[in-house]
């Protein structure tokens, strides 16, 4: 038996999943780190704790498993987007990484959108505005702001191209994974030459673009002694979390949607073809998929609201989980799962962040409607459970908008593993929602696109039929149809009656 790793490289930690040829993870392990805040604005990190997160995960992976790392073929990497490492020529980091969430650069995004148009960086990005968040934004701040640094840096490296670097000593990105830097062109696969000309980089400062899947090189002596790897293992390039989570879910075909319901929500639609909104609600991707891309509609809250119930007033629960040694969210969901469907007419607006896709407003506030004393605890947490759901419908309505078809709709993240939700969503969508035998979708993801590499699969498609696993699939019921048909057309009549307040809210 041979075995493929998936390294996910998280915001706040970093987590190594071994897997077998049949997608069965064998051993898993994870390890957390701090972000450092020096100042308002400022999210950075030192580039030596990815690499160390990745060496403690390993660890625990090589022990627990028992595995010959002789047995691991091939090794692949997700990452967290935007995020990047500056190397300077000797391969050590010059300053911290700057981490996606650093918003330091809200001047020099202006500068680019002055320069370029936010329409224009749209169609060769695929990136919908122009924000603090992109990395090009923040390579631009460094060269204004922090000049004799800027000067030293030798390579800009994204974090899986720069765990691609430790691992082999080679500087290789790929395309999924420069989409949101703003630094990529992705109808021509090529780096956006007029934008890096103008931020003052070239391209021999950047990683060299393959194909997701594609093998970069073995694992390093130097890297095998530190880490407990061999030298036979092959390093592939892997792909952006978002994508790498839709291929570990099976989303490697039009027709299939993935969402992700954290603390926010993610939905990922693939496409055999760049599809630019031309009101430019969303973003396009270069998928993980060769040949193919994906839409990337999202919402700031969505699991975080079930966390927010719990931790406000949820106390009993949480209490009653600890003594029963069970998780407090399934004495949630036991509430919800005896309210009728449709909440009896309670209705959540789920913006308790600002409104992201498809209303796209930033003064949007949360909106419970319709309470009544007859209404009890687990009304308000299913009211939460189907405002997902209702929001994960309008975006639903957004793609076909677009004319992007929907069978059916693969659920991943930690609401996945509610049965209750899962068929909330899928009453409320008329379509199955589908889960998988693993959680760990995203380090499979790039775990099969190391088989890819490594000759272990001919395609994706192999790779897939012979690693994921359908857990369950919900399919939506009739007899809901109706109720959750007119919640729904409340739910939109809700939010277009109290717009304007949250504008007037704002003003006054």
């Keep these: 038996m041979s075995y493929l790793l998936g390294v996910d ?42 690499w160390n997160a990745f060496k403690d995960s390993l660890s625990k992976v090589l ?28 391969g050590k980091p010059v300053g911290r990484a700057i981490v996606w969430l650093d918003n330091r650069s809200k001047e020099e995004a ?39 640094l800027f000067e030293r840096v030798y390579k800009f490296l994204l974090l899986e191209d720069y765990m691609i670097y430790r691992l082999t000593g080679m500087f290789a990105t790929e395309y999924s994974m420069v989409c949101s830097s703003l630094l990529f062109d992705i109808s021509r696969r090529q780096w956006w030459g007029e934008l890096l000309d ?8 950047l990683p060299e673009l393959r194909p997701p899947g594609a093998a970069v090189g073995n694992v390093t002596a130097e ?22 989570n839709a291929v570990g879910a ?23 073809r760049i599809i630019l909104d031309p009101m430019r609600r969303m973003p396009c991707h270069h998928h993980a998929v060769q040949g193919r891309y994906f839409l990337q509609p999202w919402c700031h809250t969505a699991g975080a609201l079930l966390k927010w119930y719990r931790d406000n007033f949820g106390l009993v ?15 949630l969901t036991l509430e919800a799962s005896k309210i009728p469907a449709g909440s009896d007419g309670l209705i959540l607006l789920p913006h308790f962040m600002g409104a992201a896709s498809p209303e796209f407003n930033p003064e949007a506030k949360g909106v419970l409607f319709g309470l009544t004393l007859y209404h009890g605890r687990g009304h308000i947490v299913r009211a939460i459970m189907e405002s997902i759901a209702y929001m994960l419908r309008s975006n639903v309505e957004l793609l076909e908008e677009l004319d ?40 499979l993801g790039v775990a099969m696109l190391a088989g890819l590499a490594t000759n272990t699969f001919s395609s994706l498609e192999d790779a897939s039929d012979s690693m994921i696993s359908i857990k369950e699939r919900r399919a939506p019921s009739e007899t809901n149809r109706g109720i959750y048909n007119k919640q729904y057309e409340m739910y939109v009549r809700l939010y277009k009656s109290v717009e304007n307040l949250f504008y007037r809210m704002q003003i006054d």
């Design 9 to 50: 490289v998280g915001t706040t930690s970093v987590k190594c999943v071994l897997f077998d040829q049949r997608g069965t993870v064998r051993a898993s392990g994870r390890s957390e780190y701090e972000l450092l805040m020096p100042q308002p604005g400022f999210v950075e990190a030192e580039a030596e704790t990815y």
């Design 63 to 90: 022990n627990e498993s028992k595995v010959s790392p002789r047995e691991i073929l091939g090794i692949g990497i997700s990452s967290q987007g935007e995020s990047f490492v500056s190397l300077g020529k000797d």
């Design 110 to 148: 202006e500068l680019i959108k002055d320069k370029f148009g936010v329409a224009d960086a749209y169609r060769v990005t695929g990136q919908n505005d122009v924000i603090p968040t992109w990395t090009a934004t923040k390579i631009f701040w460094l060269k204004r702001n922090e000049s004799a």
């Design 198 to 205: 103008f931020i003052g980089i070239s391209e021999d400062e």
């Design 223 to 244: 890297a095998a002694n530190e880490t407990g790897l061999h030298t036979s293992s092959i390093v592939s390039t892997g792909a952006y979390d978002q994508a790498a």
């Design 250 to 272: 099976g989303n490697i075909a039009p027709g299939v949607i993935t969402e992700t319901t954290g603390g926010a929500l993610a939905v990922v639609a693939t496409t055999d």
């Design 317 to 331: 629960e949480v209490d009653a989980a600890n003594r029963m040694g069970v998780d407090p969210y399934d004495l």
């Design 404 to 443: 992007v078809k929907t069978k059916e709709i693969r659920s991943t993240g930690g609401a996945a593993r509610s049965l209750l939700w899962n068929q909330i969503k899928a009453d409320v969508l008329q379509r199955p929602i589908v889960t998988v035998h693993t959680e760990e979708t995203a380090a």
